[in-house]
């Protein structure tokens, strides 16, 4: 699974490590109005909330969720803007 | 024109009425909030949820009232005031910063300590999450009747963005349009 995301070119990475709650979630929210319509998004997290917190925002608001993984001492969460 | 279609259409006049109403009454994709705590721990729980839904492109509506109101005072704005407003005005906390904790209080030492602890942790002050919710649209309500019961005077309140001042006719508006209301 990493290794088919390590492979995605991300359009908007958005690092948010360092904030706790609801730190990450905002960021991602901010960087999303400047990434292209079906690009990617990858968020940097060091609170392992952000994963589940990604991933239900994305269903919400129809985006696609990729995955994620840990990285050193963080994650990688990855998602697809889709414009309804 | 027969009977029949003159009362098909008397039934399709019926039910836009019908679904006009349902429409109006429709709950939209709002929360709404009382806080009427006077916490720092609760009133930093409320800010994180609404802006949580803010994320969510929910409007978000925050309605302000009683003990929850020194969470809106700024320091630095000292209004001319009554003997009473003057003497309400010196027992309650004068900033967010200085609101106590709903547990672990320890005679002022607790709420320090969770801002320290806080900071190490990364997690936002209260300050820090109402600039947020300032930046996301989220709009704060300050109740008028607790204003003057309190002796809180608008010229105290902090300079935030989206801040009215209404009673509780305006509240109930706002939530029977939510999806969700809560108070705390």
Same mark, same amino acid.
């Given at each position: 699974m990493s290794e088919e995301l390590k492979a995605l070119s991300v359009d908007t990475? @958005?690092?948010a490590r360092g904030t706790a709650c609801p730190g990450p979630l905002l960021e991602a929210k901010r960087a999303i109005a400047d990434c292209p319509e079906d690009g990617i998004m990858c968020i940097l997290s060091s609170d392992e909330g952000t994963i589940i917190d990604v991933q239900r925002w994305c269903k919400k608001m129809g985006h696609e969720y990729l995955g994620d993984y840990e990285d050193d001492g963080y994650w990688? @969460?990855?998602m697809k803007k889709i414009e309804e | 024109m027969s009977e029949e279609t003159m009362s098909q259409e008397e039934t399709i006049k019926k039910l836009i009425k019908r679904v006009e109403k349902l429409e109006r009454?429709?709950?939209q994709d709002k929360l709404c909030i009382g806080v009427m705590d006077g916490d720092y721990d609760k009133t930093m729980a409320a800010f994180i949820i609404a802006l949580g839904a803010a994320a969510y492109d929910m409007e978000v509506d925050m309605f302000f009232t009683f003990w929850a109101l020194p969470a809106l005072r700024d320091p630095r704005k000292k209004p001319k005031k009554d003997f009473l407003?003057?003497?309400f005005g010196a027992m309650l906390p004068s900033s967010a910063m200085k609101m106590p904790l709903s547990k672990m209080q320890?005679?002022?030492m607790g709420p320090k300590? =969770?801002?320290a602890v806080m900071k190490m942790h990364n997690a936002k002050s209260l300050e820090e999450l109402m600039k947020d919710a300032a930046e996301f649209g =989220?709009? =704060?309500h300050v109740c008028t009747m607790a204003m003057d019961v309190m002796g809180i005077k608008k &010229? &105290? =309140?902090i300079d935030y963005p989206h801040i009215d001042y209404l009673g509780v006719g305006a509240f109930v508006g706002m939530f029977s349009e939510a999806k969700q209301c809560w108070f705390m």
């Open positions: 990475e @958005v690092d990688r @969460v990855f | 009454n429709a709950p407003g003057k003497m320890m005679m002022g300590m =969770i801002q =989220i709009r =704060i &010229e &105290e =309140i």
